[in-house]
């Protein structure tokens, strides 16, 4: 997974990705999902999310995500 500090906040379009790389950082973060649908996969656990859902990321845990 790729380190990354610094990145308290963002809004990702993800639509034209296949997955996001796997990457950690020491905050923790928060995903709420505007739209679409597809899983987050948080420490090895796959979560499946869709418009609404709402994902707590502990800090230091490696993630990413996989759009549908």
Same mark, same amino acid.
């Given at each position: 997974?790729?380190? &990354? +500090? $610094?990145?308290? @906040?963002?809004? !990702?379009?993800?639509? $034209?990705?296949?997955?996001?790389?796997?990457?950690?950082? +020491?905050?923790?973060? %928060?995903? @709420? %999902?505007?739209?679409? $649908? /597809?899983? #987050?996969? #948080? /420490? /090895?656990?796959? %979560?499946? #999310?869709? &418009? /609404?859902?709402?994902? #707590? %990321?502990?800090?230091?845990? !490696?993630? @990413?995500?996989?759009?549908?």
């Amino acid at each position: 997974p790729i380190y &990354r +500090p $610094n990145e308290s @906040f963002s809004i !990702a379009d993800m639509s $034209n990705l296949t997955f996001s790389e796997p990457h950690y950082h +020491p905050e923790n973060e %928060i995903y @709420f %999902i505007l739209q679409g $649908n /597809g899983l #987050v996969v #948080v /420490g /090895g656990q796959e %979560i499946p #999310v869709q &418009r /609404g859902s709402m994902v #707590v %990321i502990p800090s230091n845990i !490696a993630h @990413f995500t996989i759009p549908e």
